[in-house]
């Protein structure tokens, strides 16, 4: 019980600036982790949506910006970015201005896609508005997310604090196997790509020898 107070008194004090931080990064682990919290009372699930709204907003419009300033001069030094370009790229001209909408829920391109919007001539208060509402659905939808886990997990269980740790390790635990999850798909659908570059690599080397 003394723990349980003391986690609270914690994340009353820093809860919402460690959530606010993570979401204007990225935080889809991080949101789902608070939505969860505020069922259990250490957090307020209004808190929650606002302080990730908030976070979530503010660092897409940082993306932007940087994007429409600094976005060339970014492709050339950082070279991760630079390699996802092309399919950003194909996102924007397939989908446009929604893009904007749906950036934050494309996994990997949280970032990369605001600063390929910034690029474009996309309208800066049309960016804004865009952004704004999905700032918001993503913020609710991660929210509740988190929070409906706990409401199931109080379903099933009779006393939710006798389990509160085990239920935050299978919360976790479940993120981590989702992302895995997704990271290998990912390179399952590169691996004929790097199989043609390790291909041109190898016909390069033998025609540098041949000469």
């Not at 993120?175 to 790097?194: D, E, F, G």
Request: with cysteine; proline share 2%.
């Amino acid at each position: 019980m003394h723990l349980q107070q003391i986690l609270k008194e914690y994340l009353e004090l820093y809860g919402y600036w460690v959530l606010f931080i993570g979401t204007f990064l990225e935080g889809e682990a991080i949101l789902l982790m608070a939505g969860f919290l505020a069922f259990r009372g250490y957090l307020d699930i209004k808190g929650v949506v606002l302080t990730s709204w908030a976070g979530s907003f503010l660092g897409d419009q940082c993306y932007f910006y940087l994007g429409r300033f600094k976005g060339r001069a970014l492709f050339k030094r950082f070279h991760p970015i630079a390699r996802k370009f092309r399919e950003a790229l194909r996102l924007i001209e397939k989908y446009g201005k929604f893009v904007a909408f749906i950036s934050r829920y494309t996994y990997g391109f949280r970032i990369v896609l605001p600063i390929m919007l910034g690029i474009t001539n996309l309208d800066p208060r049309t960016f804004l508005r865009i952004n704004l509402l999905s700032a918001f659905s993503w913020s609710l939808i991660f929210s509740l997310g988190g929070y409906l886990f706990g409401k199931s997990a109080s379903l099933l269980l009779t006393d939710v604090s006798k389990y509160e740790h085990y239920i935050v390790l299978s919360l976790f635990g479940f993120i981590m196997i989702a992302w895995c999850v997704h990271m290998y798909q990912a390179w399952k659908l590169k691996k004929p790509v790097r199989e043609r570059l390790a291909r041109m690599k190898v016909f390069q080397t033998s025609q540098r020898t041949q000469s």
